[in-house]
């Protein structure tokens, strides 16, 4: 073959061997080195190439094709085939270190070993002695090696060693002949002292372990078809200079045709650690021994029958594992188990009937059922509702921590220090979290974040609940309870959890209100497996996130959801279930959406009542649609995310306006929301009756569904230190959409479930019950589930709200014009006239005449004389603190009033009210009807003075 080299490369060279002074020359733009004497060359020049072209190249006996120390960011391909002479020597045969490196193969390239010259049946235990393949030593900088093809290794094929922030992509192993020609000992990837090493999609024939892994922390192995040898091993770990294997994820591959399934090995005797291995979404078929090994007593090639605890195994995750497995062996799997290791439920298999009495089929056996999250439906929390609330344990000895259902990508709790020194947390104030001699043991104080706005915690829920103050990231344990009272059984820990912790986080209104949170979130976010952020000092921490953590120790069988909020009053118990949901809570066939970003299609607002009479104003029909209104007018639709945690309905101003139009409702710019006028007769009638919104939305493929929220359930409270007084509102909150479409939250979920499956990409709606429904049916949610069915045979929703809500008379017809009468229509007796004729003389009907109007006289004098003072006196009594209804840019005091010190309350449990009849904005006197703007004039909410 002949031997070339690029002229540029030839051109460096020259310039490097014309002078006896070094000179500093600049790198060529490309090299191309190919023949016999490739190998030398490309040696001598590498430092001058930006990219260099192995083509075809024939490597001499007992040389390394030395790629070693690279120019940063050079990109090196292969080409052709590229062959190695024969020599007993150990190698290596490829040698690649640098920064930034780029190794890629293309397509039909081989680095072709010819190993069966050096194939003896005992590979690095005897015989020849027998080059290693390839060295990715040193590389660093996020440096990636793909597409290599590597046919016949002579024994172990990539050696990572001393290496950080490596990527390894699309590799073939293609060692098949090794299967009858003497290969052994010829693993695919053996990784030690490595940070940050990803394997992804390999493809692997060998006859020894598809992945080692001796030493190292974060490595990633994914995607694998791992055929022949002795299947993905930890280890064996010990004996070595570094002997710490942590925080390693194996998942969703393939492992055929092997020895064994999944292994860890650890030395017997040694020392050194093994900690946060995840095995999941493995598929073992056709294995020969045994499925899933953990032995601590391995010593010279198999265990010596005594395990020894030098290198302690914890944090391991063996979890959706399905095995196929020879039935002689079935008996023996879990016995090989380690009594030192922590196994996931999902390791556990079933033994079925044998075909043709050869090989027994073991499936997976789902132990995992769904975990039931008992939420407080004893007593509730919030200045802004009241809403049910999560009682969640978290570090070690359980501290409950009162927290909402989120979908936060993170849970956040509340240190204690955010109420201590406060003045604005909602009495009474709950157990906060505080530091544990476990947390300080466990080096908690060392894996906190500095602080940061809260925007970094969730920018979706910062926003919405215009949150200010400093919140931080930390790393604890989280108990999952299951449906278990508080401080009971059925525990499962959730040990290096991240979440976020609130200082001082602090919920703002437009007027100047604002709270302390003392309220947590907890998290049903799936959508990474890990968090990580920075410590205080800057290095970079990972923790688990909440769902995935549960999912991956085998706690829950998906990575799902299910919720119906639940209502405080009226009474409505809530429900959370982690990998599933409780059927009796889906009345409706569920509408299904893939948009996770965005959620779902809403397409109208409506208002109704299910039966009896009707109390909306403005209207002369019970039903009202078309309310779903945008800048411009009506909407044919717009985005919502249904987003547990945040308060309100996010809709635009237009919607809110134009349902506020038919309600006893009052806007305050304050607070952004809509106060009930709880004098109007009307707004008793509303709420206490089946009036209800309706909200139509369109899922996949066109789908319509509507969910119902009854009016009782929209009658929420704010309370101190919010407002002095316990006020009613209705939760419309107007928003500008941003681009990330609406919100509807705690408002709407009162009445609607909600699930999520996020390894499916899906978002189940449907419409919930009221106080009266089915016992609860829990039913799993399927890693692979697109779709959920409702309760069999539900009650209707009117009928599980009959209980609770009474029908107006069929007659009432509306509460008026205007929102200002909500007397309904006045009454006129009909009276019976007597049959005699008055025996009164003349005189006596002319004197009783001119009395009676002397007395209308003095009535009507008497009613002016009242009416003026009145009129003073409520001049006087509205002229400080007009709060009700202003001029929207009238400058004005917030409806809270100052809360005393936390510490003049020391003692007490709750802060208590005077007894009093909350003030009400107070109608115009007389008879004088209030004109409504007409329907096509723009209206904003401070245009809104009564309904």
């Excluded at 996020?142 to 172990?156: A, D, E, L, M």
């Excluded at 002292?193 to 394997?199: D, F, L, V």
């Excluded at 006859?207 to 040898?229: E, K, M, P, R, V």
């Excluded at 009594?877 to 929207?888: N, T």
Aim: charged share 15%; with cysteine.
């Amino acid at each position: 073959m002949p031997n070339t080299v690029s002229v540029t490369a030839v051109l460096a060279l020259a310039l490097s061997f014309a002078s006896a002074t070094p000179v500093l020359h600049p790198r060529a733009t490309a090299c191309t080195f190919s023949g016999s004497n490739g190998a030398s060359q490309v040696a001598a020049a590498k430092k001058t190439c930006s990219s260099i072209t192995l083509s075809n190249l024939v490597v001499p006996a007992g040389t390394t094709l030395d790629l070693t120390k690279l120019a940063d960011n050079t990109t090196v391909t292969f080409t052709g085939t590229t062959t190695f002479g024969y020599k007993e020597w150990a190698g290596p045969l490829v040698s690649v270190s640098g920064k930034g490196i780029q190794v890629v193969g293309t397509s039909g390239s081989v680095l072709n070993g010819d190993g069966a010259r050096w194939w003896d049946g005992q590979g690095s235990n005897g015989g020849k002695t027998k080059p290693k393949f390839f060295y990715a030593h040193s590389l660093t900088g996020n440096s990636k090696i793909s597409g290599i093809t590597i046919k016949n290794s002579p024994v172990q094929v990539f050696s990572i060693n001393s290496a950080s922030d490596l990527t390894l992509d699309k590799i073939t192993v293609d060692n098949k002949d090794g299967d009858a020609g003497g290969g052994h000992n010829t693993d695919a990837f053996d990784v030690g002292s490595s940070t940050n090493i990803k394997i992804t999609n390999p493809t692997v024939y060998n006859q020894d372990d598809c992945l080692a892994i001796n030493s190292g922390t974060g490595i990633t192995f994914s995607g694998a078809y791992c055929s022949g040898g002795h299947g993905i091993s930890i280890g064996s770990v010990g004996g070595r200079d570094n002997n710490i294997v942590k925080t390693v994820s194996i998942t969703n591959s393939q492992i055929l045709n092997s020895q064994n399934g999944v292994r860890i090995k650890t030395v017997y005797g040694a020392t050194g650690s093994v900690s946060g291995v995840t095995y999941s979404g493995i598929t073992l078929s056709n294995i020969t021994k045994y499925g899933i090994v953990i032995e601590q007593d391995y010593e010279n090639g198999s265990p010596t029958g005594t395990p020894t605890t030098g290198v302690p195994i914890t944090g391991l995750t063996v979890s959706k594992v399905t095995a196929v497995l020879p039935s002689k062996e079935a008996a023996e799997l879990l016995p090989m188990l380690s009594s030192h290791a922590a196994l996931g439920a999902e390791a556990m298999r079933k033994r079925e009937a044998a075909p043709n009495g050869g090989l027994a089929q073991f499936g997976e056996v789902d132990y995992t059922t769904p975990v039931c999250v008992v939420i407080n439906n004893q007593s509730s929390a919030g200045p802004d509702g009241p809403w049910w609330f999560i009682s969640q344990a978290i570090d070690y000895p359980d501290q409950y921590q009162q927290m909402m259902p989120s979908v936060s990508e993170f849970s956040l709790a509340i240190n204690s220090s955010a109420c201590r020194d406060q003045t604005a947390c909602p009495l009474p104030v709950p157990d906060l979290w505080t530091t544990t001699g476990a947390y300080q043991v466990s080096d908690g104080p060392q894996r906190e974040s500095a602080p940061f706005a809260p925007s970094t915690w969730d920018s979706d829920y910062a926003s919405l609940l215009n949150l200010s103050g400093d919140a931080g990231f930390f790393t604890t344990r989280l108990t999952l309870h299951a449906d278990a009272p508080v401080g009971q059984t059925y525990a499962s820990y959730l040990d290096g959890a991240g979440m976020g912790i609130s200082q001082n986080l602090t919920v703002g209104f437009p007027g100047g209100a604002a709270y302390i949170m003392d309220r947590g979130f907890f998290s049903l976010y799936g959508g990474d497996e890990d968090m990580t952020y920075q410590n205080a000092s800057g290095s970079v921490v990972t923790a688990n996130h909440t769902l995935q953590n549960a999912y991956l120790n085998g706690i829950i069988p998906s990575l799902s959801y299910g919720l119906h909020l639940g209502s405080v009053s009226p009474n409505v118990s809530g429900s959370l279930i982690l990998g599933g949901y409780d059927s009796s809570r889906v009345l409706t066939p569920p509408i299904v959406s893939s948009n996770l970003g965005n959620g779902f299609q809403l397409t109208d607002i409506a208002l109704n009542v299910s039966s009896g009479g009707f109390a909306y104003f403005n209207t002369s029909s019970a039903l009202n649609s078309g309310l779903l209104r945008a800048p411009g007018g009506s909407q044919s639709s717009v985005n919502v995310v249904v987003r547990p945690g945040v308060p309100y309905l996010y809709l635009p101003q237009e919607t809110c306006d134009a349902i506020a139009l038919h309600l006893p409702v009052t806007y305050n710019a304050d607070f952004n929301l809509y106060f009930w006028n709880t004098d109007k007769p009307a707004y008793q009638q509303i709420v206490s009756s089946p009036h209800y919104l309706a909200f139509t939305f369109a899922g996949d493929n066109g789908q319509q569904g509507t969910i119902k929220v009854p009016f009782a359930l929209l009658n929420l409270t704010l309370e101190t230190p919010l407002i002095s007084a316990p006020t009613q509102y209705f939760p419309c909150s107007p928003i500008k959409d941003t681009g990330k479409g609406y919100t509807l939250g705690n408002a709407f979920l009162q009445a609607a479930f909600l699930a999520q499956n996020w390894q499916t990409g899906k978002v189940f709606l449907s419409q919930a019950p009221g106080p009266t429904y089915l016992t609860r049916n829990l039913k799993k949610i399927a890693y692979d589930a697109t779709t959920l069915d409702a309760a069999a045979n539900p009650p209707s929703w009117e009928s599980s709200w009959s209980g609770t809500l009474t029908a107006l008379p069929a007659d009432k017809k509306g509460g008026g014009l205007g929102g200002n009468g909500g007397n309904g229509g006045s009454g006129s007796g009909s009276g019976t006239g007597s049959s005699k004729k008055s025996s009164l003389s003349g005189g006596a009907i002319a004197g009783i005449a001119i009395g009676a109007v002397a007395i209308l006289a003095l009535i009507a004098f008497l009613v002016w004389f009242l009416m003026r003072r009145r009129k003073r006196s409520r001049v006087a009594e509205l002229g400080p603190r007009d709060s009700m209804v202003r001029d929207p840019g009238e400058v004005h005091k917030p409806y809270y009033s100052p809360v005393p010190h936390m510490a003049e309350h020391e003692h007490q449990t709750a802060r208590h009210e005077m007894e009093a009849k909350p003030a009400y904005a107070h109608e115009m006197e007389g008879q004088r009807e209030v004109g409504e703007l007409q329907g096509d004039e723009p209206r904003g909410p401070g245009d809104m003075k009564y309904r």
